[in-house]
């Protein structure tokens, strides 16, 4: 008699876009994880290399895929919206098309969950790398408060796994024109606005494709709709109106008065192993 198959408890989220390239070594990282209960739901965003059809692949391959394709490019916060249709799981976690999770990230995220349900969301810091191997990693604050926003985002975005619950009570990503680039910030806004916390752990579980000048290009109208962002942010948790808005006018400006290349060297100082 065929043993039935165990459920999922996890509900993969990833929106793809132009990652043909990468997209096999990043979906075979989550074929090499220990723990393996998990779906993957594929939002293809429209894009215009072979990203789909690579997809497509591994949807015919695997029975516990969903593939979805927009017609248009709809950006990443409305893609994650349609594949969190799709999340009947415990839990949700992301991944992105360009990027490795290492073969215990699930393992330890869910054991974390399952032992710690004072916590909504769990994530992990991240080596970065590029073609020329690991060049960095990010650091994460073990337990965010919410004062912690004003010094950026309390949770790395990729890495991180959330309670379905809670996500879908939040009503997922939220999308404007001000969150194309931020909308895993405001996500983590209103899961501590409803009177959730998350947690970091301190062990990097998550590899990000990186370019070391990428921070470097961003212009000047995206930094200014971020400083949109972390004044609603800013009000919205009541964090002290006077420290909160010099620090974070303070580290907006400097952004965009600093020349792009140094930008990019401080940056890359900052954040080498």
């Known amino acids: 008699m065929a043993q039935k198959k165990e459920a999922p408890r996890i509900t ?20 090499a994880q220990t723990y393996q209960n998990f779906k993957l739901v594929l939002c293809d965003d429209g894009s215009t290399d072979d990203t789909y059809a690579v997809a497509k692949e591994y949807a015919e391959r695997y029975d516990n895929i969903v593939l979805l ?7 990443l916060a409305a893609s994650l919206n349609r594949c969190l249709e799709y999340a009947d799981t415990e839990y949700v976690a992301r991944m992105d098309g360009d990027d490795i999770s290492l073969p215990t990230r699930f393992e ?9 349900p004072e916590y909504s969301l769990v994530s992990t810091p991240m080596i970065l790398f590029d073609e020329t191997g690991d060049w960095g990693r990010t650091r994460s604050i073990e337990k965010p408060t919410k004062e912690d926003f004003k010094k950026g985002t309390p949770h790395p975005h990729a890495p991180s796994m959330i309670r379905t619950k809670v996500m879908k009570e939040v009503n997922g990503y939220t999308v404007n024109k001000y969150l194309e680039r931020g909308q895993d910030y405001y996500l983590w806004y209103k ?13 990097p579980l998550y590899k990000m494709r990186d370019d070391k ?11 200014l709709k971020a400083l949109v962002v972390y004044f609603k942010v800013g009000r919205g948790l009541g964090i002290s109106p006077a420290l909160y808005d010099l620090v974070v006018v303070g580290r907006i400006f400097m952004k965009i008065i600093i020349p792009p290349r140094l930008m990019g060297k401080i940056r890359s100082k900052k954040l080498s192993k």
């Open 12 to 31: 993969v989220l990833m929106a793809i876009y132009n990652c043909g390239p990468t997209l096999a070594e990043a979906i075979d990282s989550l074929y």
């Open 69 to 75: 394709k927009n017609e248009q490019n709809i950006k």
């Open 108 to 116: 330890k995220e869910i054991d974390f969950l399952d032992n710690h």
């Open 191 to 203: 899961i501590y606005k409803a009177g959730y916390k998350g947690y970091n752990l301190q062990e």
């Open 213 to 223: 000048d990428a921070m470097a290009r961003r212009k000047p109208k995206d930094r």
